[in-house]
């Protein structure tokens, strides 16, 4: 395989002769531009435009086409541009911009040529697709992968100067709840004129300089003929050479944009381990809630519906979504969503399991089959209300229902006896979600914002346990019967209403002040019951034993604060302190508790700007946690084969604090991207299970201890551009210091990590796009026993493109996990296509070979506070597909 791609890379690598330009931007007092943009236009075709941004220094370079006449212009908002001619003949390297002023404030720039490639605002910058792109982009993520800047990663995240987009827009609309790879693996590059990328976005533009957001846009300016008509593709595919495993793929992307009517639908169905959207799309899905609101769970499980999954013999996806927005007059735009997938999977995985106990150590071989079928509805509908230019009102209201159907067997060996469960469960979950949000600018010193959200959950699980032999003996009281079934119900419902009202004082342009007053309520009641189904048809309730649980509850947390936001030349710092009014109630079988805690909360927010390129940014909060009402359930509840929870009414709150630590620094100059973050964490009070072990049988039980738990990270990536390739370093390190009870034993535990890595590729449009990066990973526990794991990965990307209208790609990945003993396993991974479409056509060919190696397994090993585990995984078999594409 790498002959193959290392024949690729050399056939189409060729000797282009380049020359750098350098040079500095400044004012007319030498005083340096920074951020000022650089242009050089060729004059000649089929030469590409060049561009770069000035440090914080001035300095710009321009890597030019040695046989190409350019035409350099460089402009900066309130100054005249000014315009540099390039010859092909010219021995400078080197060319000095001074910019004299205009004597106003311009509002933006404009690039002035022929293709007029960018567009710069205050917190804008906008690109002209066909000044970047060559025609034979098919998705707007191709688009992308050639802007300056701008990188696409496989889970189709998008980050602009090493920032990354947090809500994708198409002219102007939030494009399927704001995710991002809907969007670059859907949108067509042809229906694409301009890009648009927005810093600091927000919806209400009279808010922008108080809502103190970090959210990075990018809005889809669609060319002049796809604004009222409808565009897109479709595709289908088919497998081929064993037809008899029938793996086949199916997908569509349509459009409908008119100046008040846009709509999309997205389609795919397919059974070769693809999906359509990542976890974090789904998440805005499910969310429903307002942003100025946070920290209610969800109770719904999403995590099924999203993520390619190929770790498994079976995958059945079948998706659609419609996305809609129109607008009825100029003050009314409603907008909305509908959202149904379905995702039927089988896994089989191999165990081998090691539970530690203190003195002993009990073994487990254990074979597990499952199969899950999930299904899920979303419907979402927004109104968007504007009765001035500074009022604001949205109302939001989201309903969603799913299923989870999961049977499993597993087949469980130990010293003391073999056993087999089988589980069937069957979860219908209901959720209703609405916010109204309220924004009104009275005046440039006082704005408000009203928001009241509720949410409702209703997750209704049925769980049934078949076994041979008897299990939990002598705290399940199972009588004796020919074979054993146990059933379990479920009941979790959960209510809440949080409302915030806020006003912005901006005092003067260095002090802000911010006050807010909220209440946040939250009502459950948490019901469960177990019973053996006897063979002969009667039944015996667990209730006698302990078993079964019924209990409401309800915690209010009213609250109070204010934040003074003010800044010292470049440092802006934003305390806060809050005051807490914490309600708890509970009501269960065998008590009632009250609790009322009156709790301060202080915050930090700090931000120093060294340059527009470089900040260093620093949060801390302290915050408190109270129990979820599962946790404080009394009585007993089977939760698997093997274990058995119980909650624990006496619980109170966790308190933690959090800090943050956050660097970036860009220079295009240099080509270099700087990101790091240290997290630190530590809990003063702790709610951790405390573990009971008899052989492969376990009791957890929640307590509240005064042990800390501290937990510190740091992440951080370099880059660095290297003549015509980039070369990026990243790490990732966490300690995790806590403390466990195992069988009324007490243990100290370090988890620690460790994680280096090293991409090396391709920067240069006119070679292919070629990756190949290595990383390398430590793991530890010092706990009951010591464990180190290591993990060595080799990565490989491809992305060719050849003979005009051919384009092959391949992915490759090695690993190889090593225990504590130096025993090591081995598994590669790889991925290719091959596809082919002349310019302009709609039809379009390709031939795909997922699991190229036809790989039946995949090996990993891991480790918990009293588990040691060496996993095998069965995998979706080789799949050799055709297909056929279609452009609207």
């Known amino acids: 395989m790498f002959k193959i791609l290392f024949f690729f890379l050399i056939t189409t690598l060729s000797y282009s002769q380049t020359r750098i330009i350098t040079g500095v931007v400044s004012d007319d007092l030498n005083k340096p531009l920074e951020s000022a943009n650089v242009i050089a236009k060729p004059l000649q075709e089929k030469a590409n435009l060049k561009f770069a941004i000035a440090d914080n220094k001035g300095r710009y370079r321009l890597e030019l086409d040695a046989l190409v006449k350019y035409e350099i212009t460089v402009s900066y908002i309130g100054f005249v541009e000014e315009v540099f001619i390039i010859t092909t003949d010219a021995t400078s390297t080197s060319h000095d911009f001074k910019l004299k002023s205009t004597g106003e404030q311009l509002k933006e720039i404009v690039i002035k040529h022929e293709f007029k490639p960018i567009v710069i605002k205050k917190d804008t910058m906008t690109f002209d697709v066909k000044s970047f792109a060559n025609g034979n982009e098919r998705k707007m993520k191709e688009i992308l992968e050639k802007l300056p800047g701008v990188e696409v990663d496989k889970k189709g995240n998008v980050t602009v100067q090493g920032k990354k987009v947090t809500k994708m827009l198409v002219e102007g609309k939030s494009f399927f709840g704001g995710g991002s790879k809907l969007a670059v693996e859907n949108i067509p590059a042809d229906a694409m004129e301009k890009i648009e990328v927005i810093d600091n976005f927000n919806e209400l533009g009279f808010m922008k300089q108080v809502s103190d957001n970090d959210e990075l846009a990018m809005n889809v300016k669609l060319k002049a003929d796809k604004k009222k008509f409808v565009f897109g593709d479709v595709e289908a595919g088919a497998e081929v050479g064993n037809a008899d495993n029938g793996f086949y793929l199916a997908h569509t992307a349509l459009f409908y944009y008119a100046p008040k009517t846009n709509l999309s639908f997205i389609g795919d169905a397919n059974n070769i381990g693809r999906s359509t959207f990542t976890f974090d799309d789904l998440m805005r899905f499910g969310g429903g809630m307002s942003t100025f609101l946070s920290g209610r769970k969800s109770f ?492 060595d990965a080799i ?36 991925n290719a296509s091959l596809r082919y479409q002349k310019k302009n056509s709609p039809l379009g060919f390709e031939l795909t070979a997922n699991n190229l190696f036809d790989n039946k397994l995949k090996n990993d090993y891991s480790f918990s506070d009293y588990v040691i585990s060496e996993r095998n995984t069965y995998l979706l078999p080789r799949v050799i597909l055709f297909s056929i594409s279609y452009k609207l």
């Open 300 to 791: 719904t499980n999403l995590y099924s519906f999203a993520n390619d999954n190929t770790d498994v013999v079976t995958n059945q996806s079948q998706f659609a979504a419609l996305n809609f927005s129109h607008e009825t007059s100029s003050k009314l735009t409603i907008s909305g969503f509908s959202i149904f997938s379905k995702v039927l999977t089988a896994t089989k995985t191999e165990s081998k399991n090691e539970y530690l106990q203190n003195s002993a150590i009990a073994f487990e071989n254990k074979l597990q089959n499952g199969e899950n079928r999930s299904v899920l509805g979303i419907g979402n509908i927004k109104l968007d209300y504007s009765p001035t230019n500074k009022e604001k009102w949205y109302y939001n209201a989201q309903y969603q229902s799913s299923t989870n159907d999961l049977s499993s067997t597993v087949n469980s060996i130990t010293a003391a006896n073999s056993t087999v469960f089988e589980t069937i469960s069957k979860a219908d979950n209901v959720s209703v979600k609405q916010y109204l949000e309220w924004h009104k600018s009275y005046n440039e010193q006082h704005t408000t914002t009203f928001v009241i959200n509720q949410a409702y959950d209703n997750n209704t699980p049925k769980n049934q346990w078949f076994t041979d032999k008897p299990f939990f003996v002598g705290l399940i009281p199972l009588q004796n019967d020919v074979s054993y079934t146990i059933n379990q119900i479920k009941k979790v419902r959960n209510n809440s209403i949080d409302a915030l009202f806020k006003h912005y004082w901006i005092i003067n342009n260095f002090n802000h002040l911010y006050t807010n007053i909220g209440n946040n309520s939250g009502t459950s009641s948490f019901t469960t019951a177990e019973k053996q189904i006897l063979t002969n048809g009667t039944s015996n309730d667990f209730a006698s034993a302990g078993f079964g649980n019924d209990i409401k509850y309800q915690l209010n947390d009213a609250y109070a604060g204010v934040e003074y936001k003010f800044r010292i030349g470049k440092w802006t710092n934003k305390p806060g302190l809050y005051v807490h009014f914490y309600n708890l109630k509970t009501n269960q079988i065998s008590r009632e508790q009250h609790l009322s805690k009156t709790l301060l909360q202080p915050q930090w927010n700090s931000e120093y700007e060294f340059n527009k390129s470089e900040t260093l940014n620093f949060t801390y909060k302290l915050e408190n946690n109270f129990p979820e009402v599962s946790q404080l359930a009394s009585n007993y509840t089977l939760q698997n084969y093997n274990l058995v929870y119980k909650g624990n009414a006496l619980l109170q709150n966790e308190q933690f604090h959090t800090a943050n630590l956050r660097y970036s620094k860009m220079n295009m100059y240099r080509g270099i991207t700087w990101n790091a973050m240290a997290n630190f964490n530590k809990k003063i009070k702790t709610i951790r299970n405390e573990i009971q072990l008899d052989g492969i049988n376990q009791f957890n039980n929640p307590i509240l201890s005064d042990n800390p738990e501290t937990t510190y990270g740091i992440n951080g990536s370099f880059s660095k551009r290297i003549y015509r390739f980039n070369l990026k370093l990243n790490t990732r390190l966490n300690w995790f210091n806590y403390s466990q009870i195992i069988n009324s034993v007490i243990t100290k535990n370090d988890r620690n990590s460790q994680n280096f890595g090293l991409v090396f590729k391709t920067a240069y449009r006119k070679w292919p796009d070629f990756s190949i990066g290595y990383n390398k990973g430590f793991s530890q526990l010092s706990g009951l026993t010591k464990s180190n794991f290591q993990t």
């Open 795 to 830: 990565n490989a990307d491809a992305n060719v493109n050849f003979f005009k209208s051919w384009i092959f790609k391949l992915e490759y990945e090695k690993l190889k996990n090593t225990n504590n003993t130096n025993q090591s396993n081995f598994y590669d991974i790889a």
